[in-house]
Protein backbone atom coordinates (compact mmCIF):
# COMPACT_ATOMS: atom_id res chain seq x y z
CA UNK A 1 0.00 0.00 0.00
CA UNK A 2 1.17 3.47 -0.74
CA UNK A 3 1.34 5.86 1.60
CA UNK A 4 -0.88 8.19 -0.38
CA UNK A 5 -3.77 5.16 -0.21
CA UNK A 6 -2.89 4.91 3.77
CA UNK A 7 -5.86 4.97 5.50
CA UNK A 8 -5.14 7.16 8.11
CA UNK A 9 -5.66 9.57 5.02
CA UNK A 10 -8.98 8.72 4.91
CA UNK A 11 -10.10 10.64 7.82
CA UNK A 12 -14.00 9.88 7.38
CA UNK A 13 -13.49 5.95 7.20
CA UNK A 14 -13.63 6.70 10.96
CA UNK A 15 -15.79 9.44 11.62
CA UNK A 16 -18.59 9.87 9.03
CA UNK A 17 -19.50 13.35 11.13
CA UNK A 18 -16.52 15.64 10.81
CA UNK A 19 -17.69 18.22 7.68
CA UNK A 20 -15.27 20.88 8.95
CA UNK A 21 -11.40 20.29 9.16
CA UNK A 22 -7.92 21.87 8.84
CA UNK A 23 -5.21 20.15 6.75
CA UNK A 24 -1.89 20.07 5.12
CA UNK A 25 -1.61 20.61 1.22
CA UNK A 26 0.43 17.89 0.16
CA UNK A 27 0.72 18.07 -3.53
CA UNK A 28 -0.97 20.74 -5.83
CA UNK A 29 -2.08 19.30 -9.90
CA UNK A 30 -4.12 19.93 -12.71
CA UNK A 31 -6.54 17.65 -13.08
CA UNK A 32 -9.56 17.81 -15.93
CA UNK A 33 -7.62 21.32 -16.78
CA UNK A 34 -8.66 22.57 -12.93
CA UNK A 35 -6.68 23.15 -10.25
CA UNK A 36 -6.42 20.02 -7.85
CA UNK A 37 -5.06 19.47 -4.39
CA UNK A 38 -4.05 16.00 -2.16
CA UNK A 39 -4.62 16.52 1.28
CA UNK A 40 -2.40 14.69 4.60
CA UNK A 41 -6.26 13.91 5.39
CA UNK A 42 -9.11 14.80 4.16
CA UNK A 43 -12.81 14.48 5.00
CA UNK A 44 -14.04 14.47 1.67
CA UNK A 45 -15.64 11.25 0.03
CA UNK A 46 -14.11 10.37 -3.33
CA UNK A 47 -16.61 8.60 -5.92
CA UNK A 48 -17.02 4.87 -5.40
CA UNK A 49 -18.95 2.13 -4.32
CA UNK A 50 -21.57 3.51 -6.07
CA UNK A 51 -21.35 6.28 -3.52
CA UNK A 52 -21.08 9.66 -5.20
CA UNK A 53 -18.27 12.50 -4.07
CA UNK A 54 -18.74 14.93 -1.62
CA UNK A 55 -19.07 18.61 -2.38
CA UNK A 56 -18.55 21.54 -0.26
CA UNK A 57 -15.51 24.33 -0.22
CA UNK A 58 -11.42 24.39 0.37
CA UNK A 59 -10.10 27.59 1.60
CA UNK A 60 -13.42 29.61 0.28
CA UNK A 61 -13.15 27.43 -3.46
CA UNK A 62 -15.49 25.20 -4.38
CA UNK A 63 -14.90 21.45 -4.74
CA UNK A 64 -15.93 20.24 -8.06
CA UNK A 65 -15.07 16.72 -7.81
CA UNK A 66 -12.64 13.99 -5.57
CA UNK A 67 -11.34 11.08 -7.27
CA UNK A 68 -9.07 8.41 -6.11
CA UNK A 69 -5.75 8.70 -7.73
CA UNK A 70 -5.63 5.05 -9.53
CA UNK A 71 -1.47 5.19 -10.05
CA UNK A 72 -1.46 5.37 -5.87
CA UNK A 73 -4.68 5.44 -4.19
CA UNK A 74 -3.99 9.18 -3.61
CA UNK A 75 -7.62 11.45 -2.72
CA UNK A 76 -7.29 14.40 -5.42
CA UNK A 77 -10.18 17.27 -4.72
CA UNK A 78 -10.44 18.90 -7.60
CA UNK A 79 -11.30 22.94 -6.88
CA UNK A 80 -13.41 25.21 -9.21
CA UNK A 81 -10.33 28.11 -8.47
CA UNK A 82 -6.67 27.80 -7.36
CA UNK A 83 -6.20 28.04 -3.57
CA UNK A 84 -3.14 29.30 -1.70
CA UNK A 85 -1.19 28.95 1.26
CA UNK A 86 -0.16 25.68 2.60
CA UNK A 87 -2.84 24.86 5.14
CA UNK A 88 -6.33 23.71 4.04
CA UNK A 89 -9.99 24.38 5.37
CA UNK A 90 -12.15 21.80 4.07
CA UNK A 91 -15.89 22.18 4.11
CA UNK A 92 -18.08 19.51 3.74
CA UNK A 93 -21.18 19.88 1.72
CA UNK A 94 -23.50 18.39 4.89
CA UNK A 95 -26.68 17.98 3.64
CA UNK A 96 -25.65 15.89 0.46
CA UNK A 97 -23.32 13.79 2.89
CA UNK A 98 -25.80 12.85 4.91
CA UNK A 99 -28.41 12.36 2.41
CA UNK A 100 -25.48 9.67 1.42
CA UNK A 101 -25.16 8.32 4.49
CA UNK A 102 -28.87 8.04 5.05
CA UNK A 103 -29.52 6.16 1.45
CA UNK A 104 -25.96 4.16 1.55
CA UNK A 105 -26.69 2.66 5.24
CA UNK A 106 -30.44 1.84 4.11
CA UNK A 107 -28.82 -0.16 0.84
CA UNK A 108 -26.55 -2.35 3.15
CA UNK A 109 -29.73 -3.03 5.27
CA UNK A 110 -31.95 -3.57 2.10
CA UNK A 111 -29.32 -5.87 0.87
CA UNK A 112 -29.42 -7.80 4.15
CA UNK A 113 -32.89 -8.32 3.91
CA UNK A 114 -32.97 -9.17 0.34
CA UNK A 115 -30.78 -12.07 1.47
CA UNK A 116 -32.83 -13.32 4.46
CA UNK A 117 -36.22 -12.87 2.72
CA UNK A 118 -35.97 -14.23 -0.69
CA UNK A 119 -32.23 -15.36 -0.72
CA UNK A 120 -31.37 -12.07 -3.50
CA UNK A 121 -28.08 -11.25 -3.34
CA UNK A 122 -26.84 -7.82 -4.53
CA UNK A 123 -25.07 -7.71 -7.36
CA UNK A 124 -24.74 -3.99 -7.64
CA UNK A 125 -25.54 -0.27 -6.22
CA UNK A 126 -26.33 2.74 -7.66
CA UNK A 127 -26.81 5.97 -6.16
CA UNK A 128 -27.85 9.18 -7.89
CA UNK A 129 -28.80 12.56 -7.50
CA UNK A 130 -32.92 11.36 -8.18
CA UNK A 131 -32.82 7.33 -8.04
CA UNK A 132 -31.45 4.71 -5.42
CA UNK A 133 -31.04 1.41 -6.86
CA UNK A 134 -29.67 -2.01 -6.24
CA UNK A 135 -29.47 -4.84 -8.81
CA UNK A 136 -30.48 -8.48 -7.46
CA UNK A 137 -29.33 -11.45 -8.81
CA UNK A 138 -33.00 -12.52 -9.09
CA UNK A 139 -35.19 -12.76 -12.30
CA UNK A 140 -38.88 -11.74 -10.12
CA UNK A 141 -39.54 -11.23 -6.47
CA UNK A 142 -43.20 -11.35 -5.39
CA UNK A 143 -45.14 -8.46 -3.92
CA UNK A 144 -45.20 -10.66 -0.91
CA UNK A 145 -41.35 -10.98 -0.32
CA UNK A 146 -40.70 -7.57 -1.69
CA UNK A 147 -43.31 -6.44 1.31
CA UNK A 148 -41.43 -8.85 3.94
CA UNK A 149 -38.03 -7.35 2.64
CA UNK A 150 -38.97 -3.85 3.06
CA UNK A 151 -40.88 -5.03 6.84
CA UNK A 152 -37.34 -6.51 7.83
CA UNK A 153 -35.42 -3.29 6.39
CA UNK A 154 -37.89 -1.01 8.31
CA UNK A 155 -37.89 -3.30 11.56
CA UNK A 156 -33.97 -2.72 11.76
CA UNK A 157 -34.20 0.95 11.37
CA UNK A 158 -36.65 1.28 14.23
CA UNK A 159 -34.26 -0.77 16.53
CA UNK A 160 -32.08 1.65 16.22
CA UNK A 161 -29.03 -0.31 15.84
CA UNK A 162 -25.63 0.92 16.13
CA UNK A 163 -23.45 0.97 13.03
CA UNK A 164 -20.01 0.34 13.43
CA UNK A 165 -16.67 0.43 10.27
CA UNK A 166 -13.10 -0.73 11.57
CA UNK A 167 -10.54 -3.17 10.40
CA UNK A 168 -10.26 -5.85 12.11
CA UNK A 169 -6.94 -8.25 11.98
CA UNK A 170 -6.99 -11.37 9.85
CA UNK A 171 -7.68 -13.58 12.67
CA UNK A 172 -10.99 -11.26 13.88
CA UNK A 173 -12.05 -11.13 10.00
CA UNK A 174 -11.84 -14.67 9.62
CA UNK A 175 -14.70 -15.23 12.14
CA UNK A 176 -16.94 -12.66 10.32
CA UNK A 177 -19.55 -13.96 8.23
CA UNK A 178 -19.53 -11.28 5.99
CA UNK A 179 -22.41 -10.65 3.47
CA UNK A 180 -20.25 -10.51 0.29
CA UNK A 181 -16.25 -11.04 -0.08
CA UNK A 182 -14.18 -9.13 -1.91
CA UNK A 183 -11.12 -10.67 -3.51
CA UNK A 184 -7.74 -9.33 -3.37
CA UNK A 185 -7.36 -7.39 -0.80
CA UNK A 186 -4.20 -7.26 1.44
CA UNK A 187 -5.05 -8.43 4.98
CA UNK A 188 -5.87 -5.46 7.47
CA UNK A 189 -6.89 -3.61 3.92
CA UNK A 190 -10.16 -4.61 4.59
CA UNK A 191 -12.49 -2.45 6.27
CA UNK A 192 -15.84 -4.06 7.88
CA UNK A 193 -19.34 -2.09 8.22
CA UNK A 194 -21.10 -4.00 11.12
CA UNK A 195 -25.35 -2.72 11.46
CA UNK A 196 -25.46 -4.44 14.78
CA UNK A 197 -25.34 -8.43 14.16
CA UNK A 198 -28.16 -8.32 11.71
CA UNK A 199 -25.35 -7.16 8.64
CA UNK A 200 -21.53 -7.63 7.94
CA UNK A 201 -20.28 -6.35 4.92
CA UNK A 202 -16.94 -5.15 3.42
CA UNK A 203 -17.08 -1.22 2.49
CA UNK A 204 -15.29 2.05 2.15
CA UNK A 205 -18.20 4.45 2.08
CA UNK A 206 -20.05 6.46 4.99
CA UNK A 207 -22.75 5.47 6.93
CA UNK A 208 -25.02 6.93 9.54
CA UNK A 209 -23.78 5.87 13.50
CA UNK A 210 -27.11 3.99 14.10
CA UNK A 211 -29.87 2.93 12.10
CA UNK A 212 -32.80 5.51 13.74
CA UNK A 213 -31.23 8.09 11.37
CA UNK A 214 -31.29 6.55 7.97
CA UNK A 215 -35.80 7.29 8.67
CA UNK A 216 -38.23 5.30 6.53
CA UNK A 217 -36.70 2.79 3.95
CA UNK A 218 -39.45 2.51 1.38
CA UNK A 219 -39.33 0.68 -2.16
CA UNK A 220 -40.32 2.18 -5.20
CA UNK A 221 -40.95 0.01 -7.58
CA UNK A 222 -38.58 -2.64 -9.33
CA UNK A 223 -37.68 -3.67 -13.07
CA UNK A 224 -36.98 -7.10 -14.61
CA UNK A 225 -35.32 -5.87 -17.72
CA UNK A 226 -32.25 -3.94 -17.57
CA UNK A 227 -29.78 -2.95 -20.19
CA UNK A 228 -30.42 -6.75 -21.75
CA UNK A 229 -28.84 -8.02 -18.15
CA UNK A 230 -31.22 -11.26 -17.70
CA UNK A 231 -31.88 -12.27 -14.64
CA UNK A 232 -31.76 -9.42 -12.83
CA UNK A 233 -34.11 -7.53 -11.03
CA UNK A 234 -33.61 -3.34 -10.33
CA UNK A 235 -35.07 -2.36 -7.03
CA UNK A 236 -35.30 1.18 -6.65
CA UNK A 237 -35.98 2.66 -3.35
CA UNK A 238 -35.60 5.59 -0.65
CA UNK A 239 -34.41 6.70 2.54
CA UNK A 240 -35.13 9.34 4.87
CA UNK A 241 -35.48 12.88 3.45
CA UNK A 242 -35.88 10.97 -0.17
CA UNK A 243 -38.59 9.05 1.29
CA UNK A 244 -40.54 11.99 3.40
CA UNK A 245 -40.11 14.01 0.25
CA UNK A 246 -41.39 11.23 -2.22
CA UNK A 247 -44.63 10.56 0.30
CA UNK A 248 -44.93 14.69 0.16
CA UNK A 249 -45.53 14.79 -3.82
CA UNK A 250 -47.06 11.53 -4.31
CA UNK A 251 -49.66 12.53 -1.25
CA UNK A 252 -50.07 16.17 -2.87
CA UNK A 253 -50.88 14.02 -6.18
CA UNK A 254 -53.28 11.78 -4.48
CA UNK A 255 -54.93 14.73 -2.07
CA UNK A 256 -55.48 16.65 -5.65
CA UNK A 257 -56.89 13.95 -7.59
CA UNK A 258 -59.30 12.75 -4.48
CA UNK A 259 -60.60 16.46 -4.32
CA UNK A 260 -60.77 16.13 -8.52
CA UNK A 261 -63.31 12.90 -7.57
CA UNK A 262 -64.76 14.52 -5.16
CA UNK A 263 -64.04 10.90 -3.47
CA UNK A 264 -61.68 9.54 -0.61
CA UNK A 265 -57.97 8.93 -1.61
CA UNK A 266 -58.30 5.21 -1.36
CA UNK A 267 -61.45 5.60 -3.79
CA UNK A 268 -59.23 6.82 -6.56
CA UNK A 269 -58.15 3.97 -8.62
CA UNK A 270 -62.23 3.12 -8.71
CA UNK A 271 -62.60 6.68 -10.23
CA UNK A 272 -60.10 6.40 -12.51
CA UNK A 273 -61.42 2.69 -13.56
CA UNK A 274 -64.70 3.90 -13.91
CA UNK A 275 -63.45 7.13 -16.12
CA UNK A 276 -61.36 4.61 -18.13
CA UNK A 277 -63.97 2.64 -18.68
CA UNK A 278 -66.37 5.59 -19.81
CA UNK A 279 -63.94 6.96 -21.87
CA UNK A 280 -64.09 3.49 -23.90
CA UNK A 281 -67.91 3.23 -24.24
CA UNK A 282 -67.68 7.38 -25.58
CA UNK A 283 -64.80 7.01 -27.77
CA UNK A 284 -66.84 3.31 -29.40
CA UNK A 285 -70.25 5.58 -29.70
CA UNK A 286 -68.35 8.35 -30.96
CA UNK A 287 -67.07 6.17 -33.73
CA UNK A 288 -70.36 4.56 -34.55
CA UNK A 289 -71.97 7.93 -34.59
CA UNK A 290 -68.94 9.90 -36.94
CA UNK A 291 -69.38 6.55 -39.00
CA UNK A 292 -72.89 7.19 -39.56
CA UNK A 293 -72.08 10.55 -40.49
CA UNK A 294 -69.93 10.03 -43.21
CA UNK A 295 -72.77 7.50 -44.67
CA UNK A 296 -74.77 10.35 -45.06
CA UNK A 297 -72.86 12.83 -46.51
CA UNK A 298 -71.26 10.25 -48.56
CA UNK A 299 -74.74 9.57 -49.83
CA UNK A 300 -75.10 13.36 -49.89
CA UNK A 301 -72.14 14.05 -52.14
CA UNK A 302 -72.93 10.92 -54.66
CA UNK A 303 -76.45 12.17 -55.28
CA UNK A 304 -74.74 15.92 -56.53
CA UNK A 305 -72.30 14.54 -58.80
CA UNK A 306 -71.86 14.62 -62.21
CA UNK A 307 -72.58 11.44 -64.19
CA UNK A 308 -70.36 10.85 -67.78
CA UNK A 309 -71.45 7.49 -69.59
CA UNK A 310 -72.76 6.11 -66.03
CA UNK A 311 -69.73 6.90 -64.52
CA UNK A 312 -70.30 9.13 -61.38
CA UNK A 313 -66.78 11.56 -60.62
CA UNK A 314 -66.62 12.72 -56.58
CA UNK A 315 -64.79 15.09 -56.92
CA UNK A 316 -64.24 17.89 -53.66
CA UNK A 317 -61.91 19.95 -51.29
CA UNK A 318 -61.98 20.93 -48.20
CA UNK A 319 -59.77 23.88 -46.41
CA UNK A 320 -58.98 21.50 -43.52
CA UNK A 321 -60.35 17.77 -42.87
CA UNK A 322 -58.66 15.22 -41.27
CA UNK A 323 -56.78 12.74 -43.59
CA UNK A 324 -57.86 9.64 -41.92
CA UNK A 325 -61.42 10.65 -42.16
CA UNK A 326 -60.97 11.69 -46.27
CA UNK A 327 -59.66 7.82 -46.76
CA UNK A 328 -62.99 6.66 -45.18
CA UNK A 329 -64.99 8.86 -46.99
CA UNK A 330 -63.46 7.99 -50.37
CA UNK A 331 -63.63 4.75 -49.20
CA UNK A 332 -67.46 4.54 -48.95
CA UNK A 333 -67.62 6.53 -52.01
CA UNK A 334 -65.75 4.29 -54.28
CA UNK A 335 -68.03 1.31 -52.64
CA UNK A 336 -70.43 2.34 -55.01
CA UNK A 337 -70.43 0.91 -58.76
CA UNK A 338 -68.63 3.23 -61.46
CA UNK A 339 -68.08 5.53 -58.74
CA UNK A 340 -64.23 7.39 -58.10
CA UNK A 341 -63.80 9.77 -55.50
CA UNK A 342 -61.04 12.54 -55.78
CA UNK A 343 -60.86 14.29 -52.42
CA UNK A 344 -58.86 16.68 -50.97
CA UNK A 345 -57.79 19.12 -47.99
CA UNK A 346 -55.49 22.04 -48.01
CA UNK A 347 -53.67 23.12 -45.10
CA UNK A 348 -50.04 22.95 -43.54
CA UNK A 349 -49.99 18.80 -44.72
CA UNK A 350 -52.49 19.49 -48.04
CA UNK A 351 -53.25 15.74 -48.50
CA UNK A 352 -55.34 13.88 -51.70
CA UNK A 353 -57.31 10.73 -51.64
CA UNK A 354 -57.86 9.50 -55.29
CA UNK A 355 -60.37 6.21 -55.02
CA UNK A 356 -62.46 4.23 -57.33
CA UNK A 357 -64.93 1.34 -57.79
CA UNK A 358 -63.82 -2.33 -58.65
CA UNK A 359 -63.83 -3.14 -62.02
CA UNK A 360 -62.66 0.17 -63.34
CA UNK A 361 -59.62 0.40 -65.46
CA UNK A 362 -57.62 3.31 -64.67
CA UNK A 363 -54.80 2.95 -61.45
CA UNK A 364 -55.23 5.37 -59.11
CA UNK A 365 -51.40 5.65 -58.74
CA UNK A 366 -50.81 7.01 -62.42
CA UNK A 367 -54.13 9.68 -61.24
CA UNK A 368 -51.92 10.57 -58.15
CA UNK A 369 -48.72 10.83 -59.71
CA UNK A 370 -50.40 13.49 -62.24
CA UNK A 371 -52.03 15.31 -59.29
CA UNK A 372 -49.51 15.64 -56.66
CA UNK A 373 -47.20 17.11 -59.66
CA UNK A 374 -50.18 19.73 -60.38
CA UNK A 375 -49.65 20.41 -56.31
CA UNK A 376 -46.18 21.75 -56.97
CA UNK A 377 -44.67 18.37 -54.54
CA UNK A 378 -45.44 16.14 -51.91
CA UNK A 379 -45.56 12.43 -52.00
CA UNK A 380 -47.57 9.42 -51.85
CA UNK A 381 -49.01 5.92 -53.20
CA UNK A 382 -50.81 3.23 -52.61
CA UNK A 383 -53.10 0.30 -54.75
CA UNK A 384 -54.61 0.89 -58.06
CA UNK A 385 -58.01 1.29 -56.63
CA UNK A 386 -57.20 3.56 -54.08
CA UNK A 387 -54.17 5.98 -53.67
CA UNK A 388 -53.67 9.03 -51.14
CA UNK A 389 -50.53 11.50 -50.44
CA UNK A 390 -49.72 15.33 -49.99
CA UNK A 391 -47.75 16.60 -47.03
CA UNK A 392 -46.47 20.02 -48.34
CA UNK A 393 -48.60 22.62 -47.32
CA UNK A 394 -51.29 24.16 -50.29
CA UNK A 395 -54.36 26.47 -50.13
CA UNK A 396 -57.74 25.41 -51.15
CA UNK A 397 -57.18 26.89 -54.58
CA UNK A 398 -53.87 24.56 -55.13
CA UNK A 399 -56.09 21.48 -54.01
CA UNK A 400 -58.91 22.20 -55.93
CA UNK A 401 -56.76 22.95 -59.24
CA UNK A 402 -54.67 19.01 -58.43
CA UNK A 403 -58.33 17.57 -58.09
CA UNK A 404 -59.06 18.99 -61.63
CA UNK A 405 -56.17 17.86 -63.13
CA UNK A 406 -56.73 14.32 -61.52
CA UNK A 407 -60.25 14.02 -63.01
CA UNK A 408 -58.49 15.02 -66.77
CA UNK A 409 -55.98 12.48 -66.23
CA UNK A 410 -58.87 10.12 -64.96
CA UNK A 411 -61.19 11.17 -68.29
CA UNK A 412 -58.55 10.40 -70.97
CA UNK A 413 -57.84 7.48 -69.42
CA UNK A 414 -61.07 5.95 -69.42
ZN1 LIG B 1 -21.35 1.04 2.86
Known sequence: M??????????YYFDSYTRMFTARIVERLTFDKRPAVVLDKTYFYPSSGGQPFDKGTINGSQVVDVVVRP???AIVHVLAGEVSGEEARGEVDWARRFDHMQQHTGQHILSQAFVREANAETVSFHLGADSVTIDLAASSLSAEALERAEELANRVVMENVPVKAWFPSEDELAKIALRKTPEGLEPGALRVVAIGDF?????????????????????IKTETFRRNVSGQLRVEFRCGRRALDDYRQKNAIVNQLAADFTCGFWEVDQAVARLRAEAQTNRRELKTARDQLLDYEAASLA???SSLDGLRVIRKAWPERDAAELRALAGKLAAQANSVALLGTAGEKAHLVLARAEGLAPDMNVILKSALAALGSGRGGGSPSLAQGGGAAANLDQVESALSQAEKELLSRL
Open 2 to 11: TESAAPERRA
Open 303 to 305: ASA
Open 71 to 73: ADG
Open 199 to 219: DFNACGGTHVACTGEIGTIKI
